[in-house]
């Protein structure tokens, strides 16, 4: 029988992250929701980054006693309601005005941490001062090796504990529909403005009075008359340095005390180089399949990098993950949190803060569900011998 879908537009009737996406679908300007949906190229790593949780099946126990289920976890030294964090995604407020804030909102409100990146249109400054939140930094190396300085000196100077070097990004992917979304950067092409007339809830709430929102943190890398969406977006794509290597993350250690995390490998030879540098912890990623494309997922290298790195290295994943079954997995072959990119800006489209929670709850009660319908009560119980391979779909 035919799944039936929800297509209403009320994020609270949503069942699952699907309808989420669907909501944001209706309520975003086409150009916007294809910026955030859309993969690299033709988008094959886009598609296995959700059909790679099919490869994977449960060998569940039952007769347990799963009366009390405990997702509590340890992240990075710090106590944690359940083993996700919001990862950073670039022009939140272009979905909603002030989307950084209500995404780290609701991550607090879920005793979670936040990722800003930075490409946000929030100050880090404003993001740091936010009361029982746990944040950290992800910055790009820019060819501007000066900036990447202060933006660091910054980082430490608000108090954030952990910088996130994002290592997949030295060139900036191919997305088509950007490119035919856009006639430059930042300026949508003709058929597009014509479109937005059909989305008044979104121009009063992203648009109106100021226009497109700014890149709050990046005016020391700006001209003053590039500081708008459109200057800065022509400037931030050359900026992204392509000879970003080893050398550059060595420097990073020398200059941040803090924690370290690089986001972007896959390799298990490039964890194990990671984790004897001392870096903290590693989050196995594709760019949610929108950089390389035909890349591995994560979950295809977790078990090896696990074994390569032990427990030298906290390691987390992201890239598709849309289910409670699809975090379970994640954990049981090692991974020790996930990430969430879509999944929340989804929430956070559908139906700002309260949306982004919406999907964070939607989230923990599938993993409470799966983890006791699995047989386990507690997340350290979980092990890869609760899993099955299939070796064809
Ligand atoms: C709209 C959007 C913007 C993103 N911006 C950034 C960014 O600024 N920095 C970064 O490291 N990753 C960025 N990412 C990648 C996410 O951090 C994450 O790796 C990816 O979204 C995970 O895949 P998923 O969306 O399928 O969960 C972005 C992703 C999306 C969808």
Redesign the pocket.
Known sequence: MKRQLYTGSNYKKALNIEDLERIAKKRLPNFVFE??YGGSDDEHTLRH?RAVFDQYLFKPKTMTNVGVRDLSTTLMGGTFQMPLAI?????NGMLTREGDLKLAGAARDAGIPFIL???STTRLEDIAAIEGLTAWM?IYFYRDRDFVKSMIRRCAKAGFDAIVV?TD?AIYGNREWDVRNFRRPMKPTLANLLHLLTKPGWMKDVLWPDGLPTFKNLDDLLPPDKRNAQGASQIIGPQLDPSLNWEDIAWLRELWPGKIIL?GILAPEEAEHAASLGIDALVL?N????QLNHSLSPMDTLSEVKACVGERCELFV????RRGTDIIKALALGADGV?????T?YGLAAGGQAGAAHALALLKKEMESTLGLLGYSRLDELEAGCLRRRTSL
């Open positions: 910026y955030v980054n990862g950073p995604t670039g022009f990146s930075s490409v992800q994002t990004s986001k990623s760019h949610g399949g929108r992201d890239s598709g993950f990430w969430l990119g879509r999944a800006l």
